[in-house]
């Protein structure tokens, strides 16, 4: 069961998890946790499932997981029938006024939707994976000298589940430069994996690149794939300036993640999702909603 808190209901709600009771089996059975070492994790899983959810066939999955997991499909710019195949549901594009985005350029905005972690004056080499896990940044991305600039830095964290909208997008004006891959497994990224496997987004496959902020300074932004996500797709043009709210990219099927770093004293996040991470808990959020500000100086 994932508790995690609802900001614009102030409550706390469990959320729907797609394929529940075969994470558990993977990740808490004896039997599972051996075959997801085995076979899960590699890559030839997820690419076999990516490449079958890229078929006509698997047209036939889309009603029944809108009606599961309640997802306002009016909010799509394709209707139901409309999609070639499951994947092109899954990384379905949304219409223009269904996510508002705040441009007020001191305003810092979630990069889309998910469940959010928030973490201030970090260090980059014990960052929180979840308590008692812990990471570097340096492993992370694989470039200790840029790690060391992120110290004391702020650290957010969005998980995508598989309901999830899964295009992720640029946070302020500003230029993105090349993405970094860096190949790994393919552990999913549901806090019950999380809870169990040490380092895993430094195991999983990645990509990072800098991204040189108008009004944030250069943030670190990262792209964690998982079980089932056998593409991590980027479709901005490096070196060519962007507009906040800008498409970056998406996944394919699957949960997945994305990671920002902001250097220390460039911005301040909203109280209650601190409180909130604290607590243990995820903020739900969506795509350029408020989740922070820039910092005052003087």
């Known amino acids: 069961?994932?508790?995690?808190?609802?900001?614009?209901?102030?409550?706390?709600?469990?959320?729907?998890?797609?394929?529940?009771?075969?994470?558990?089996?993977?990740?808490?059975?004896?039997?599972?946790?051996?075959?997801?070492?085995?076979?899960?994790?590699?890559?030839?899983?997820?690419?076999?499932?990516?490449?079958?959810?890229?078929?006509?066939?698997?047209?036939?999955?889309?009603?029944?997981?809108?009606?599961?997991?309640?997802?306002?499909?009016?909010?799509?710019?394709?209707?139901?029938?409309?999609?070639?195949?499951f994947n092109d549901f899954f990384i379905r594009e949304l219409n223009s006024n269904s996510r508002p985005i705040d441009m007020n350029s001191d305003i810092l905005?979630?990069?889309?939707?998910?469940?959010?972690?928030?973490?201030?004056?970090?260090?980059?080499?014990?960052?929180?994976?979840?308590?008692?896990?812990?990471?570097?940044?340096?492993?992370?991305?694989?470039d200790t000298k840029i790690a060391y600039q992120y110290e004391g830095g702020t650290c957010l964290v969005l998980r995508l589940c598989p309901t999830d909208y899964h295009r992720f997008h640029f946070i302020d004006n500003g230029i993105p430069k090349e993405s970094h891959f860096i190949d790994g497994s393919y552990y999913s990224v549901n806090p019950t994996a999380l809870e169990r496997i040490p380092k895993l987004y430094c195991q999983n496959k990645r990509e990072w690149s800098i991204f040189e902020s108008e009004n944030f300074g250069d943030i670190i932004h990262i792209?964690?794939?998982?079980?089932?996500?056998?593409?991590?797709?980027?479709?901005?043009?490096?070196?060519?300036?962007?507009l906040k709210g800008q498409e970056k990219g998406y996944f394919k099927f699957g949960g997945s993640t994305t990671i920002l770093f902001f250097k220390k004293d460039m911005i301040e996040i909203d109280e209650d999702i601190l409180a909130q991470t604290d607590f243990g808990f995820e903020c739900k959020v969506q795509l350029g909603e408020k989740i922070g500000h820039k910092k005052k100086t003087g």
């Open 1 to 85: 069961m994932i508790k995690i808190y609802d900001r614009k209901k102030d409550s706390y709600e469990i959320e729907k998890v797609a394929g529940s009771k075969y994470i558990k089996w993977c990740y808490e059975s004896p039997i599972g946790k051996s075959l997801t070492e085995l076979i899960i994790k590699k890559k030839l899983v997820s690419k076999i499932y990516g490449k079958y959810c890229d078929t006509k066939l698997s047209k036939k999955k889309i009603p029944k997981f809108i009606k599961d997991f309640d997802i306002d499909i009016d909010m799509a710019i394709k209707k139901t029938n409309d999609f070639s195949s």
């Open 109 to 142: 905005v979630s990069p889309g939707d998910g469940r959010l972690f928030a973490y201030e004056n970090i260090s980059m080499n014990k960052l929180v994976q979840v308590k008692g896990i812990t990471y570097s940044l340096s492993e992370l991305i694989g």
């Open 223 to 242: 792209e964690v794939g998982a079980t089932c996500v056998g593409t991590i797709i980027q479709t901005y043009e490096p070196g060519k300036k962007v």
